[in-house]
């Protein structure tokens, strides 16, 4: 009994247990990791990013996202040639987890949330870009081959460059000039850079309205002024409205673009709507108006006037005006 079952163990089964453990790794599908966006501890500081942007893999492997900020995202792979949708849309609809693109019908998260995970399995060979609906330079390439291709990179090499990119967003401190103090009643409002690899592109956005705490008389009119490349804030008093991007009613325009409102009493309701840089001039567009950056208001009467940015508030987006006599 026992010699024959050696005999079973040494004879050319083993060289077939041999040669399917050399096999097993490479037939089996690998599961990726990467992670979505990265954040200050404050929050105030926001990479919006694929981290890394750029990722190669072997067709029928899957590869896991997990959110890591409190600014929303979604995770989305559109068709060729398809435009992006606003998230609310979808592209159109939205997929559940673990979900399968291979180009030929787009796939997208709904926002997600910190600590959300999704999965995507990419079946088919070919190169796709991964973009997020909220935020236009939030970008990244997979790169889907054949199986029999050695792939240039690990899981490790991978962690190592999402926290090389997240440092690189998060740590750079070059946008610190355009968020100087203003002269007079100003306060500067976000800030930030775009960032390209060879993958896409990663933006950093700060979240804060610069001078949080601002002192002025009766009278007198502050101004606030967007820096940042492409995110958009308000500047909202009272009641946040339902649709963020109008002013409201009570807002006008001045001579030079910027909106205008007078504030009378502490219980008023101003919004700014969005104030935002302007979208580049594009082929098949229209040419783009200049963007509305400033929003002012005049303030008549004594008080503490708190405002937030309606879309980051909960990210710690928050200021006051004092008006004194
Ligand atoms: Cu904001």
Not at 48 to 63: C, M, R, T
Request: charged fraction near 15%.
């Amino acid at each position: 009994m026992r010699k024959s079952l050696s005999l079973y163990l040494f004879g050319p089964t083993r060289l077939l247990l041999l040669a399917g453990l050399v096999l097993l790794p490479q037939l089996l599908l690998a599961q990726w990791n990467a992670t979505i966006g990265a954040q200050s501890s404050t929050h105030a500081r926001q990479g919006l990013a694929f981290l890394p942007n750029e990722i190669w893999i072997h067709a029928g492997d899957s590869i896991t996202w997990t959110m890591a900020t409190d600014e929303p995202h979604t995770l989305s792979f559109l068709t060729a040639g398809q435009i992006r949708n606003p998230f609310f849309v979808g592209c159109p609809g939205f997929n559940s987890s673990p979900a399968t693109y291979d180009g030929s019908t787009c796939v997208t998260t709904p926002p997600m949330g910190n600590g959300q995970v999704f999965t995507v399995f990419f079946p088919a060979t070919g190169n796709f870009k991964v973009v997020c609906l909220f935020h236009e330079n939030m970008t990244g390439t997979i790169h889907v081959l054949d199986t029999s291709a050695q792939l240039p990179h690990d899981q490790a090499f991978y962690d190592n460059k999402a926290r090389t990119e997240a440092g690189a967003l998060l740590n750079d401190l070059d946008q610190m000039q355009s968020m100087q103090h203003g002269s007079g009643n100003s306060v500067i409002v976000g800030g930030g850079e775009v960032i390209a690899t060879a993958g896409g592109s990663d933006t950093l956005s700060i979240m804060r309205f610069k001078h949080q705490a601002i002192t002025v008389h009766v009278g007198e009119t502050v101004e606030w002024t967007n820096v940042d490349s492409i995110t958009p804030h308000t500047i909202t008093f009272g009641t946040e409205p339902p649709n963020p991007i109008p002013p409201s009613p009570n807002v006008t325009v001045d001579a030079d673009g910027a909106r205008h409102a007078t504030i009378t009493s502490t219980s008023d309701n101003v919004h700014s709507g969005f104030i935002q840089a302007a979208p580049q001039d594009r082929v098949g567009l229209a040419q783009a108006p200049p963007g509305v950056t400033r929003f002012r208001v005049t303030f008549t009467k004594p008080g503490n006037y708190p405002y937030k940015c309606a879309l980051h508030d909960l990210l710690g987006m928050k200021g006051v005006v004092r008006v004194i006599p």
